[in-house]
């Protein structure tokens, strides 16, 4: 034990250290550099001018569609949004998924509790306003500027409904600080800038 200590004290044994720790440390920087400088080089040798084949259908509010079967956002408690864009209590939800149009509380592409940047106090409610004919536009802005930074994660992304589901969870844009969310009144947002943030 004595003398692993005088041997630590030692310069020279410090200073073998340490070289070894630095040339670790560059040797690993340099791997990851090789890495990062290989997958830029592999987005630029894409064209430019190519998009990525969104794979996205827009329902354009064609009513005279009969539809038999309906998917819905499932996942709330007493409000459900069904793929047309209506938003029902639970209880107004047909067998096919569909929403039942004749209840008096269903509506259709309601934003009640959004604000004007698309960011919603209620999911339901953020979804049936992002499945509105009017935000093709917007969601499509959305989808070219995602394409390149979010390539994998709107891919599975099948139509304009399976898209507002992902779009108004809560995501990183949502949260300050990765704990607390930026505007707690309105944290489900469709529209292309995250909620403003509230102070504290």
């Known amino acids: ?40 080089t592999l987005l630029e040798a894409k064209d430019s001018d190519h998009r990525i084949p969104w794979k996205v259908r827009f329902n354009l509010g064609n009513s005279s569609r009969q539809i038999t079967q309906c998917r819905n956002s499932i996942q709330g408690k007493t ?10 209590e639970r209880k107004d939800l047909l067998v096919n998924g569909c929403c039942n149009v004749y209840a008096p509380s269903t509506r259709q592409y309601i934003c009640k509790s959004c604000l004007a940047n698309g960011c919603c106090n209620i999911y339901e409610y953020c979804v049936s ?28 992304v ?38 403003e943030l509230l102070p504290v």
């Open 129 to 156: 306003c992002c499945l509105q004919p009017d935000k093709q536009l917007l969601l499509e802005r959305f989808l070219n500027r995602a394409a390149e930074g979010f390539q994998n994660l709107f891919t599975a």
């Open 1 to 40: 034990m004595m003398v692993l200590r005088r041997l630590l004290r030692r310069r020279w044994v410090l200073g073998v250290v340490f070289g070894l720790s630095l040339i670790y440390f560059l040797t690993s920087t340099l791997k990851q550099e090789e890495r990062t400088i290989r997958d830029r």
């Open 79 to 88: 409000l459900l949004t069904d793929e047309l864009g209506y938003v029902c």
């Open 158 to 195: 099948e139509d304009h409904f399976e898209l507002c589901l992902a779009k108004c969870r809560t995501s990183s844009q949502s949260v300050q600080h990765e704990n607390t969310y930026r505007n707690p009144q309105a944290k489900y947002c469709y529209g292309e800038s995250p909620p």
